[in-house]
Every structure is written in C-alpha cells, then in structure tokens.
C-alpha cells in the first residue's frame, strides 16, 4: 500500500510540470496547493514518517484500527511539516549547514515556497515568476528568490512552523492506544530543524 502511495505521489510531483516534446515546460498553472499537498502526502508522509511508525506498531503487536488512524493522522501531518520545511531549506538554508546546494526553483519544483508566492503575487511579481522559476540560471533564481523576500515568505514559514507545531501537540493529546514518547520524538527531531 505504501509503496503505490508513494509512486502516486512521484508521479503527481513528475506530472505537475508540462511535457512538451519530451521536455518539462514551465506551466505554474498546475501548481497549486491541493496537489503540492497531495504530493507531499504521497510522496512523503507516508513511506517517512506512517510505515516505519506503522511497522513498530505491527511488530508490537498492535491490532486496533482506531490506533492505525491516529498514527496515520498525526504522521502525515508530520511528514507535510517536514517536506514544507525541507522545501524552506532547499531556499533559504545554509548548504554547509543542510549538505547541499537547493535547486527546487531551478528544477521547476511544485515547492510550498512557489505555491504560497503565486497565491500572493501581485500581478507584476507573478510575471517575474513566471518568467524566471524552472530555468538553470543564477539571476533568474535570485529574482525568485528576491520576489520570496518581498513576499516575506521567511514569515510565512515561521507563522505555519508554529501553527503545525501547535496542531500536531493538539493532535498528541488524542493518542491513548500508542505511547506518546515515539510522536513526540519524532516531533522534537524535525521541529525547527536547520538540515
């Protein structure tokens, strides 16, 4: 199950850019938050954070299906907070810090950071967008990454770290058939995490 959750999610994430002729095309029309969401479920959650919590549970001996509902709820919420926050790094990290150099503007990624701008933009700012995300170019991307700041997208980071944070502990107090401990140290490894 888990493995076709998460093939539906690549291939959402490879289908949300326009093929033409064998070649992605800049279309930011598809790029929207139901399907970053759906991506991310897919893509992310599921196989990072609900199968290996999942698996514990089986090999534990866990049978009651309420028990598999809030551990699925409360890791999926997990893994979108960490995929928005690595989709953050791949544009505002320290690559010393995160080990690598982030490239999503440039490869035309469905990231939380172009979904949210787009909604944003004003007319003018989704022009610059439109006219610079997806292209392997170093002034294109610091014009994405300029129109990010304008947008104060920093802040909007930090507003939805908080807000998931609060919602995921809401969520903790709802696990009774699980021990709490394994949540919140999955939490305590990701929230605000700089790598």
Known sequence: EVVLQTE???????????????KPEVDLTRFTLARYKKIVKYKTAFYTFYLPV?????????????AFEVAKKICCRMGEYFQIQDDFLDCFGDPEVIGKV????????CSWLVVHALD???PSQRTTIEDNYGVWDDAKVNKIKAIYKELDMPKVFATYEEESYTAIQKELDSVTHLPRDVFELLLKKIYKRSK
């Not at 999942?54 to 309420?66: E, Q, R």
Request: hydrophobic content about 35%.
């Open 8 to 22: 539906v999610g690549q291939l959402l994430d490879l289908t949300s850019q326009k093929m033409v002729e064998g």
């Open 54 to 66: 999942a698996i514990g549970m089986i090999t534990s001996g866990v049978t009651d299906t309420k």
């Open 102 to 109: 982030g490239t999503d503007i440039q490869d035309n990624k």
């Open 120 to 122: 944003r933009a004003t």
